[in-house]
């Protein structure tokens, strides 16, 4: 798997095959990022995930944020796994984040060769988190460009969800988390504690 930084990316000349791309923090790459992922690895096109190298909540809120599932290289190696075949890291920095959701569209069009996407359907990119799912299908529709928006997956009558693994590995809810994640959590042997830095709210 090919991994390349966001900068590069829109500055390079380089010419991309047409991409089918999936966009998100994919904190613990759970089961809702998994279905998101093979949605775009079943496409004619090169799959590609586009995600963060740091949260952006370690930026904006770093008091508070209450820390990574999985680490960087364990979330590549994940994507790797699945089939993704470039991954796409950006940096939060203060120019980016005050780019508007359709400006960041738009390049990963013209700079990615974005010709397919597909999101869950609560997510928002942008400065202030301007662009929603629905507006994002409105850019790549008149476009000419495909995109799926894709609905929560539901286990045991609660959304799957990276704030509610952590919730759980914090309540020492090993099963839960790994019920959510579809794997075992890192490090547990009997009673051991994974190795992970999540900590309490």
Same mark, same amino acid.
């Given at each position: 798997?090919?991994?390349?930084?966001?900068?590069?990316?829109?500055?390079?000349?380089?010419?991309?095959?047409?991409?089918?791309?999936?966009?998100?923090?994919?904190?613990?790459?759970?089961?809702?990022?998994?279905?998101?992922?093979?949605?775009?690895?079943?496409?004619?096109?090169?799959?590609?995930?586009?995600?963060?190298?740091?949260?952006?909540?370690?930026?904006?809120?770093?008091?508070?944020?209450?820390?990574?599932?999985?680490?960087?290289?364990?979330?590549?190696?994940?994507?790797?796994?699945?089939?993704?075949?470039?991954?796409?890291?950006?940096?939060? $920095?203060?120019?980016?984040?005050?780019?508007? %959701? =359709? !400006?960041?569209?738009?390049? #990963? /069009?013209?700079? +990615?060769?974005?010709?397919?996407?597909?999101?869950?359907?609560?997510?928002?990119?942008?400065?202030?988190?301007?662009?929603?799912?629905?507006?994002?299908? $409105?850019?790549?529709?008149?476009?000419?460009? %495909? =995109? !799926?928006?894709?609905?929560? #997956? /539901?286990?045991? +009558?609660?959304?799957?969800?990276?704030?509610?693994?952590?919730?759980?590995?914090?309540?020492?809810?090993?099963?839960?988390?790994?019920?959510?994640?579809?794997?075992?959590?890192?490090?547990?042997?009997?009673?051991?504690?994974?190795?992970?830095?999540?900590?309490?709210?």
């Amino acid at each position: 798997m090919q991994t390349l930084n966001w900068n590069d990316v829109i500055t390079n000349a380089a010419e991309y095959p047409p991409s089918a791309m999936t966009i998100g923090v994919f904190d613990g790459v759970h089961l809702g990022h998994q279905a998101l992922i093979r949605k775009v690895t079943e496409r004619d096109f090169c799959p590609v995930v586009v995600t963060f190298r740091k949260n952006p909540k370690q930026v904006l809120a770093p008091r508070t944020y209450a820390g990574d599932i999985i680490t960087l290289d364990e979330k590549l190696r994940i994507f790797e796994c699945m089939g993704v075949q470039r991954t796409i890291l950006i940096d939060f $920095s203060e120019e980016f984040r005050h780019l508007k %959701g =359709c !400006e960041f569209i738009e390049l #990963l /069009i013209y700079k +990615g060769n974005l010709r397919f996407l597909v999101v869950g359907n609560n997510f928002r990119c942008g400065y202030c988190l301007d662009t929603d799912a629905q507006s994002l299908k $409105s850019i790549t529709t008149k476009r000419g460009i %495909g =995109c !799926e928006i894709v609905g929560p #997956l /539901i286990s045991g +009558g609660e959304r799957i969800s990276s704030s509610g693994i952590r919730a759980a590995m914090i309540a020492g809810d090993w099963a839960k988390a790994a019920a959510f994640l579809g794997r075992e959590m890192p490090g547990i042997s009997g009673k051991e504690m994974p190795h992970h830095n999540v900590q309490p709210f």
